[in-house]
């Protein structure tokens, strides 16, 4: 399968020995020095009935001679009268009577029987000729060839007085089509098609209407149906508010006649005639046929065969169609009508297949994508169908629940919608809404939305089961194993049946423990305080519905997507998120503002799956809801919150089409091709009848592909995970580790990822209000002004959580920098107690302004309590607080010295302040944002130092050494992140890097040297500065104005993988950074959560570095908060897919084993392995290689290249089609070894003495000998022999399993062959005999019962000294095929061409 030339090669090869001994060559004619051979005696044979027209004519010793009062009748007995019926069976005759009789034995009547004879020197090549002599002589006929014809060939006249009755085989004989079983097939089908087209008639005239109507209703919303198909399922935009009448229309269905509507449309007739052949193909049928074989066919095995066959061939291609129509056939039965009167509602949902493809697809595999595409359209394979039972709430209202969500009917416009109900986007709005809901509304909404419960359905073990059998994979051992347990090949198929079962078995319980750990992370279920008409009642969370109000409480888990109306909370987002530290939010304000969950309303959202670690009453406020309870407004509940988004795209993910996945269709014209040239060489080179060519052509094409196939690609990423998750790196979608083991770009987030979570404070520069100018650099914060240290100590939003700081890594250090304490009783927002050898007294922290991205500031008004006034403090980033200061309250340095310092590493965080003209604080909450922010002084610089996690320098380095590039994508500066990336190895040393900066996205960008500092109008001279390695000497920094800049021109296709620090990001920069990057490679994000979260779900591959044992945020959470993480990933992932790609070569090659030479040799010699032989090959060998390979484990560190992922790339082209091609010849060799060899010549296998439906008997021979030892050693090195690839997984030789197994195959395999005759060997009919021929041989009469051999020979047992050749000879197979995988596919051969004509991938500097 795997290239023409090999095949070829191997065709010829099997062709020219055939074509030497067989096809052109008379069997046991000549011995291997070319004499004809001397033939053993052949005992017992049996002579056809000699027949003349007058019995004078018959040889004397032949003369009829019957007692008195009998005559010699036509059937050659005496008999007391020759009736009728005892003429009608004169032998001479031949079985034929009336006009198939021929006129020349009409008058034939039989001589005396001739006794059986014995034959001194049979010669099966002229076995006729020896016959005849032999039983012409015992009829004393002297000279038979002149005066002796044969039946149908000379008949009686001139010389010739008698002939031989060599009867042609008898006339096959057929059904009169008239018999009951096929009545019953006609009448069951004929009312089964019937039914179809009544029904189909009916179907369309009941429809007719409802379509009319539903047509000119929902014209407008098909129209936008058509420009958006996924809104026929959900709409995924939760900011925008809709109700039911903006959704498009999901039909409704009734059922038919049954119960739940179905109706089976399988053919019973076909299989059930098939199962009426089973025991009558045994002799099982009871009654009158008990113990009669081929009863049903007028005993002829043929005919129950041939009917098995074509009612076989009928089954599978109505089960073909069944599948094919599957989507349609369980509502086909039903009748379409309006939704409010159906019982049912089809729901179709647009697959939208995620495609991870490598770059250079070929012209074949493009051509067969287009036509998979139309074939998956025409057979509406794009698309998922889903049937939903309507249900009625208790007040009558039609809904139905699909994919977790309840989809409620809009009587008006006849539309099912999931609802959302409008609570407002304003802050005011939302605090309006604080007492309440009454508990009809309540009621209300609840029958409208749905229990506030994430129900995940985890099948049990038989449905698990039954979902997993209805693949096409499984038909597809089915129909073939329905054949084997048919033809006497039920040991096979027993054999076979266990490994499907142990395949589906590991898929399935893999797959039921990712989907119970997915239920226990979102089924949830509490009581909570909720305030209902007035009072606080205690309700279960599953009952909460939009509009409640419910009070937060320490330790609850939050259930729901709500807003924080009063009070503060520390929320621990680690599940959800992935951030590691807990966060703490703050209710909105009482204003105007916009709440915006993705900006600065995300820090007054509690989400669902989140838990409340402390929560804070705020009693008095300047700008807040007032409460002597922590309040909150549920805002989204069940799948519509943010976790049970990320929960249904886990439960209901769209396809991930991997390279491996496209190229596998181009595997499956190869195979079907292959199958048709297994068949016409089974029609060539069988000596067999064309039903017996049927069935072992069934089974050529059944074993091509092995039935561990889809156990052996998802075991390698099962051992991955488990071990992935022994490293404490978790995975919630399996998938994803093949796509990791691709992984070919990093981007990771700086502060928390590359460097340490809390940064160092390094010291402040403030700024002299007289002059205007920086003063001295101090690391003293208690030294500097007092304004500054009151902003450093307050401008920040950190609690206190038993005695723990809580917030952000950055405020935290601030905070811990000033030495100043929270006061767990605040007054109002909170309260600082500074350091008491500051004598700056109590602050009083009276209004917040939380940090926001978009502003990159935030502000605090306090009261200073031993001044009684009021302060307003800012804080952000050093280029936001010198837009919004006074002009002349910025020195004239002050962007060289920011930049200065970011240049050494720092984080730089400025602070500026102005003092209120008010002291009462209940008139602060009267001014906005920009109003108290607005003509403020600055202060000064606070800095912090940027250390590296201890093994960051390492992570990069291992990963630049297995070819992949990292990229930071960071939310500080350009020059800090270039600092950190030159630290850390991401920039090599002595690279240019020029930065890319502009106010706005409207602007030109300019670009800067960071080192000379020196502007440069033209990057492009500097990118085309090609170092030793090919690649561009100059690196590029951007900040987020200039990246959107990029995008918006188009640049940043060019310049992508020139750019490798991206500054400034806000989250949407980074979803849209990596989704660039994803365009072109193999993509990987790595940050430890809440901002990094979007990015993270964006990501082919997402590793969030959090605390939880596992977060829904990303495919994969590390609990070791380091990029080494991202290594072991990568490391696992790469081992997962280079095992699963290993296993796929050796059981490819187990097919062509299988189905190659092994077939060819049975097809041509008429032979096969033994049973026992079979069962050792599929149950052990097989099974036992596949499950060890799997066990192989990482490599050390990863390797400069990633595993292959083409199943048709050079790699795996070469290795395949090596292995296969050396096994062809060794096996065609092998044959012509065995037919040089003395003690095989004249004792060669003649398929004209054995009958070849019964295909257990054929393996009693030498051909058969040798094919078994050859193969069997070729399976067992099939399975060691992908062993290697030590880039990726480990040294071969640690596979100790493997090893094991290995080598206790090869032991029992050897012993079997090199051993006397002894009890294993016999068991498998290999190196044995019947007792007789073993005792003749020398070997002693055995002790255990052997099976009569079908052999005339009565053994097949190999010269010693022959088997040690063999031995060997099978041995430099196994050697040849390693030193092919050793040195050519994984050794310096390959080197040699990857350098002389590498592969066309995607070139970017690492």
């Excluded at 193909?281 to 065969?305: H, Q, T």
């Excluded at 998979?372 to 998922?384: F, Y």
């Excluded at 449905?463 to 059998?469: H, P, S, T």
């Excluded at 490391?1131 to 090659?1149: E, P, Y």
Aim: charged share 20%; proline share 4%; glycine share 6%.
């Amino acid at each position: 399968m795997f290239g023409l030339l090999p095949r070829a090669v191997a065709v010829l090869a099997l062709l020219v020995t055939a074509s030497a001994f067989q096809l052109w060559h008379d069997v046991n004619r000549y011995d291997a020095h070319g004499n004809e051979c001397l033939y053993r005696e052949k005992s017992d044979v049996v002579c056809s009935q000699l027949c003349v027209t007058d019995l004078s004519s018959c040889p004397t010793s032949l003369q009829p001679s019957c007692p008195d009062n009998q005559s010699f009748c036509a059937d050659g007995e005496c008999h007391d009268e020759c009736t009728e019926d005892i003429q009608a069976q004169n032998p001479c005759h031949c079985s034929r009577s009336g006009s198939k009789l021929p006129s020349e034995a009409q008058d034939l009547v039989p001589c005396l029987t001739i006794p059986n004879v014995t034959i001194q020197q049979f010669h099966a090549w002229n076995s006729e000729e020896d016959i005849r002599s032999a039983c012409g002589a015992e009829a004393n006929i002297t000279d038979q060839s002149k005066t002796v014809g044969v039946w149908d060939k000379s008949w009686i006249g001139g010389d010739v007085m008698a002939v031989w009755a060599e009867c042609p085989a008898a006339p096959t004989p057929n059904y009169k089509y008239n018999e009951s079983y096929w009545i019953a097939t006609y009448a069951v089908n004929g009312a089964l098609v019937l039914l179809i087209l009544v029904w189909s008639v009916y179907k369309g005239f009941a429809e007719q209407g409802v379509r009319a109507a539903t047509s000119s209703k929902t014209s407008g919303a098909e129209n936008k149906l058509a420009d958006n198909p996924e809104d026929a399922v959900f709409d995924q935009n939760r900011d925008k508010g809709y109700n039911l009448s903006e959704k498009p229309l999901v039909s409704g269905v009734t059922k038919m006649a049954s119960e739940d509507g179905s109706v089976d449309s399988m053919d019973p007739a076909m299989p059930n005639s098939c199962l009426h052949g089973y025991p009558d193909y045994y002799g099982s049928l009871p009654g009158k046929y008990s113990g009669k074989l081929y009863s049903l066919a007028y005993g002829s095995d043929n005919l129950e065969l041939a009917t098995f066959l074509i009612l076989w061939g009928i089954s599978f291609v109505i089960l073909i169609v069944l599948y094919v129509l599957k989507p349609h056939l369980r509502n086909y039965f039903r009748l379409l009508t309006l939704p409010s009167k159906g019982k049912y509602v089809c729901v179709v949902r647009p697959l939208n297949e995620i495609k991870v493809i490598e770059e250079n697809t070929n012209w074949l595999q493009h051509y067969i994508n287009v036509f998979t595409e139309w074939l998956q359209v025409s057979l509406s394979r794009d698309k998922e169908y889903t049937t939903c039972l309507i249900e009625k709430t208790s007040e009558g209202r039609i809904y139905f629940t699909y994919q977790c969500t309840r989809y409620v009917l809009d009587e008006q416009t006849q539309q099912y919608a999931p609802y959302e109900f409008d609570l407002g986007t304003s802050h005011r709005r939302l605090i309006e809404q604080a007492d309440g809901l009454s508990g009809a509304e309540v009621a209300y909404r609840l029958e409208l939305v749905g229990p506030n419960f994430i129900e995940v359905k985890v099948p049990s073990i038989p449905a698990a089961f039954a979902r997993e059998f209805v693949s096409f994979f499984y038909l597809y051992q089915l129909i073939f194993l329905w054949a084997f347990y048919f033809y006497a090949y039920w040991q096979v198929g027993l054999v076979d049946t266990g490994v499907i079962l142990l395949s589906a078995t590991i898929k399935v319980v893999l797959r039921v423990q990712s989907e119970r750990r997915l239920k226990k992370m979102a089924e949830q279920e509490e009581t909570t305080p909720v305030k209902r008409d007035g009072e606080w009642l205690n309700v279960s969370t599953r009952d909460l519905v939009p509009g409640d109000v419910i009070e937060v409480t320490t330790g609850a888990h939050m259930s729901c997507d709500c807003v924080l109306l009063s009070g503060n909370a520390i929320m621990n987002e680690s599940s959800l998120t992935g951030e590691p530290l807990p966060i703490r939010k703050f209710p909105v304000r009482i204003d105007d503002s916009h709440y915006n969950v993705a900006e600065a309303g995300k820090m007054s959202t509690l989400f669902a799956g989140t838990i409340v670690s402390q929560v804070q009453t705020v009693t008095k406020s300047t700008d807040s809801l007032e409460s002597d309870r922590v309040l909150a407004l549920v805002r989204f509940t069940g799948t519509m919150s943010d976790k049970g988004q990320l929960v249904r795209r886990i439960l209901f993910p769209n396809p991930i089409s991997f390279i491996f996945n496209e190229q596998m269709r181009i595997v499956v014209c190869i195979l079907v091709l292959y199958s048709i040239f297994v068949m016409i060489m089974a029609t060539y080179l069988y000596k067999g009848n064309s039903v017996a060519i049927a069935f072992y052509g069934i089974f050529a094409i059944a074993q091509l592909l092995s039935p561990l196939l889809p156990a052996a690609l998802v075991i390698g990423q099962s051992v991955a995970a488990a071990r992935l998750r022994k490293k404490k790196i978790y995975c919630v979608d399996p998938q994803r580790i093949m796509t990791a083991g691709k992984v070919q770009v990093l981007c990771a987030d700086k502060t928390g990822t590359l460097t340490r979570d809390n940064l160092e404070h390094y010291g402040g520069r403030c700024i002299d209000p007289s002059t205007g100018m920086f003063v001295e650099f101090t690391s003293d914060l208690l030294a500097t002004d007092r304004l500054f240290q009151q902003a450093v100590a307050s401008c920040h939003a950190v609690a206190d959580l038993n005695s723990q700081l809580i917030g952000n890594p950055v405020d935290i250090e601030q905070f811990r920098a000033s030495k100043a304490t929270i006061d767990p009783q605040p007054e109002y927002l909170d309260a600082i107690q500074t350091a008491p050898d500051t004598n700056l007294g109590k602050i009083h922290v009276v209004r917040r302004f939380q940090f926001v991205h978009a502003r990159a500031s935030m502000s605090v008004v306090i009261l200073d309590e031993s001044t009684g006034k009021l302060h307003v403090f800012v804080k952000g980033s050093f280029e936001r607080l010198k837009t919004i200061s006074n002009a002349r309250s910025v020195p004239a340095d002050y962007d060289e010295a920011c930049a200065d310092l970011a240049r050494e590493g720092c984080y730089v965080l400025a602070f500026a302040h102005k003092t209120l003209d008010t002291t009462d604080p209940a008139q602060v909450g009267e001014f906005t944002q920009d109003e108290l922010e607005g003509g403020c002084d600055m202060l000064g610089l606070l800095v912090f130092k940027n250390m590296l996690k201890s093994d960051t320098a390492q992570a990069i380095a291992e990963l630049k050494h297995g070819s992949t590039r990292t990229v930071m994508i960071t939310g500080d500066t350009a020059l800090t992140g270039i600092v950190i990336a030159r630290q850390c190895g991401m920039i090599p040393e002595n690279t240019r890097v020029l930065l890319g900066e502009c106010k706005t996205p409207a602007d030109e960008i300019q670009w800067v040297d960071v080192d000379t500092r020196e502007p440069v109008a033209d990057i492009q001279p500097h990118l085309a500065e090609l170092g030793s390695d090919g690649f561009s000497t100059t690196e590029l920094a951007v900040g987020g104005a200039a990246f959107e800049r990029l995008c918006a021109t188009g640049e940043i296709d060019t310049l992508l993988f020139n750019i490798r620090v991206f500054a400034r990001m806000k989250p949407t920069h980074k979803v849209e950074c990596v989704e660039h990057h994803m365009k072109y490679a193999v993509t990987a994000m790595c940050g430890d959560g809440g901002n990094d979260s979007l990015a993270l779900r964006a990501a082919h591959v997402g590793i969030a570095l959090s605390d939880a044992e596992a977060s829904i945020v990303s495919p994969f959470s590390a609990a070791n908060r380091s990029v080494m993480s991202c290594v072991e990933l990568l490391r696992q992932s790469r081992a997962g897919l280079a095992t699963s790609f290993a296993n796929f070569t050796a059981l490819i090659c187990y097919g062509q084993v299988m189905s190659g030479m092994l077939k060819m040799a049975s097809f041509y010699f008429s032979i096969s392995l033994t049973e026992n032989l079979w069962m050792l090959i599929d149950g052990a060998i097989a099974t036992g290689m596949m499950l060890t390979i799997s066990l192989s484990g990482p490599a050390e560190r990863l390797a400069p290249s990633r595993p292959t992922s083409r199943i048709l790339g050079p790699q795996m082209l070469a290795s395949v089609g090596g292995i296969v091609l050396m096994n062809w010849l060794f096996s065609a060799m092998s044959y012509v070894w065995l037919f040089r060899q003395d003690w095989f010549r004249c004792n060669e296998h003649s398929a004209a003495e054995s009958e070849a439906t019964k295909w257990w008997l054929q393996g009693d021979n030498y051909e058969s000998s040798i094919m078994s030892f050859v193969s069997t050693f070729q399976f067992i090195n099939n399975g060691f022999v992908v062993n290697y690839g030590y880039l990726h997984r480990a040294k071969w030789y640690k596979n100790y399993a493997l090893l094991t197994v290995w080598a206790f195959l090869m032991a029992f395999v050897s012993y079997m062959l090199l051993a006397d005759p002894n009890r294993v060997g016999c068991a498998f009919r290999l190196n044995c005999g019947t007792s007789s021929a073993l005792e003749d041989l020398g070997y002693g009469m055995p002790t255990w019962q052997i099976e009569p051999y079908n052999s005339p020979l009565g053994h097949n047992v190999i010269p010693q000294a022959s088997r040690y050749k063999l031995w060997g000879y099978c041995l430099g197979n196994m050697v040849a095929t390693n030193l092919w995988q050793v040195f050519v596919i994984n050794g310096p051969v390959r080197r040699l061409l990857q350098k002389k004509k590498p592969l066309r991938r995607l070139k970017v500097k690492l």
